[in-house]
């Protein structure tokens, strides 16, 4: 289940006090003890309860220009400062069951019911109201094949502090008795688009899909479907050589639908087999007929493979 923290005793603090505190820090997000240090900082500006009040006055008296400038996240998600690359602030709306938003929309936008984990940490700090309810899994990053273990269901209470491990917590959201909002920090490093976000079947407590994607990703379609032979050697040397599955996976799928005529490309797929199935279980079964035997070992050239044709 999530770590509960102590939220400590420590005076409100200002926004802009805690900015300055989080730039200073010296903290590492894949170290939980370190990460879970910054949560009383948190805690003392959620003991500040004018702040965010003051930033949506400025944002309504804006038509909320600063928050289309800077926020991808959807409406759900107040912005606090823009992303610097070590952690991102937010607030966080949860919106009731019978609340005219929900009434109007329906759950989906708000991710309610959606057993997921998180390829990041992040601390919470209940702000407003009663605070929304979620239903906990726990599971084992170092063994993705064991199916997650459920812990019980609770919510975040007002003035309570936790933290969500990366890839360890699994929780689905529920909607809070009457609207809430949480705190947030997470914490940010390079290597986090790479890691694998889920969701998971809470009636099997197994994945169902990845929920990560990549920009890389897309542009790996284009190269391989547009870009000509230079375009195919590019992706054919991401299916062999680079250091992510997903990626790999990508660039074996890019160039099976480009190059179906290629039996070399589908060689590759028969050969990424454990690839597709540690993304997909149900990739296992896809069909690979005429797959021809996977081309030579490490020296075999990828330069002149696809530029002839």
């Not at 050589?241 to 005529?261: F, G, N, S, V, Y």
């Amino acid at each position: 289940m999530t770590r509960l923290i102590d939220p400590g005793t420590g005076d409100a603090m200002t926004l802009d006090a805690l900015v300055e505190a989080l730039e200073t820090a010296s903290f590492d997000p894949h170290d939980e003890d370190s990460f879970a240090a910054l949560g009383p900082l948190l805690a003392r500006l959620g003991r500040n309860r004018t702040f965010l009040a003051d930033l949506a006055i400025a944002e309504l008296k804006t038509r909320c220009a600063g928050q289309g400038a800077v926020n991808s996240y959807g409406a759900q998600v107040f912005l606090l400062r823009p992303p610097n690359g070590r952690f991102v602030l937010r607030a966080n709306f949860w919106p009731s069951a019978g609340d005219g938003i929900v009434q109007a929309s329906g759950t989906a936008p708000f991710v309610y019911g959606m057993a997921h984990d998180h390829n990041f940490p992040f601390l919470t700090y209940g702000y407003l109201g009663p605070g929304y309810w979620s239903d906990y899994w726990e599971r084992d990053p170092a063994r993705p094949q064991q199916p997650m273990r459920f812990t019980g269901r609770r919510r975040i209470e007002p003035g309570q502090l936790m933290l969500y491990r990366m890839c360890r917590d699994v929780h689905a959201q529920l909607p809070p008795d009457a609207f809430s909002v949480t705190l947030n920090i997470l914490g940010s490093h390079p290597s986090q688009r790479w890691i694998d976000q889920h969701r998971f079947d809470p009636a099997t407590c197994n994945v169902a899909e990845v929920l990560t994607t990549a920009p890389s990703e897309g542009l790996a379609t284009i190269a391989a479907h547009l870009g000509g032979g230079n375009g195919l050697d590019l992706i054919d040397h991401l299916a062999r050589h680079h250091p992510h599955p997903r990626m790999r996976t990508t660039a074996l799928d890019a160039l099976a639908a480009a190059r179906p005529d290629c039996p070399e490309a589908l060689a590759l797929i028969a050969r990424a087999a454990p690839d597709h199935a540690a993304l997909d279980p149900s990739s296992a079964d896809r069909p690979r007929q005429n797959c021809a035997s996977p081309p030579g070992g490490p020296g075999d050239s990828v330069r002149s493979r696809y530029t002839a044709a």
